[in-house]
């Protein structure tokens, strides 16, 4: 691995290059659309699922954190409650719990709420 990717990320301070990107890209996430962590890195064309989270990490809280999932669409442990929220003030499809896994919160539903980078809106029509 080089040097210059050991840790694209940054540390505490002011975020790097790759950092600012990954915050960019999050900001560019519609209301009621997700991406997961690899999505996010595959679109940037660099890093992968865990430099992503460990830029959001870092320096996350002042975007719109909550639109960046895992792949299954399971909610960012110990945040649950407050990406619930925002999930549903911004109409974001989601998974009910099964009767199994009661007191279980939802899950994103990845197939319905996945942005591709591309589309404009929530459902692909322009806004405006």
Do not use: C, F, K, N
């Not at 002011?14 to 679109?43: C, K, N, Q």
Request: aromatic share 8%; net charge negative; no cysteine.
């Amino acid at each position: 691995m080089s040097e210059e990717y050991d840790d694209p990320a940054g540390g505490p301070g002011a975020p790097g290059d790759y950092a600012e990107r990954v915050l960019e890209t999050v900001e560019l996430i519609p209301p009621g659309r997700v991406m997961s962590y690899g999505d996010i890195a595959e679109w940037l064309g660099e890093g992968g699922p865990r430099q992503v989270g460990r830029v959001l990490a870092l320096y996350g809280s002042g975007v719109p954190w909550w639109r960046v999932v895992r792949t299954d669409g399971v909610l960012l442990p110990g945040h649950e409650l407050r990406a619930l929220d925002a999930y549903r003030a911004e109409g974001t499809p989601l998974r009910t719990a099964g009767p199994a896994s009661e007191g279980h919160v939802p899950r994103v539903d990845m197939r319905r709420a996945r942005w591709d980078g591309r589309t404009p809106g929530a459902d692909g029509a322009e806004d405006g």
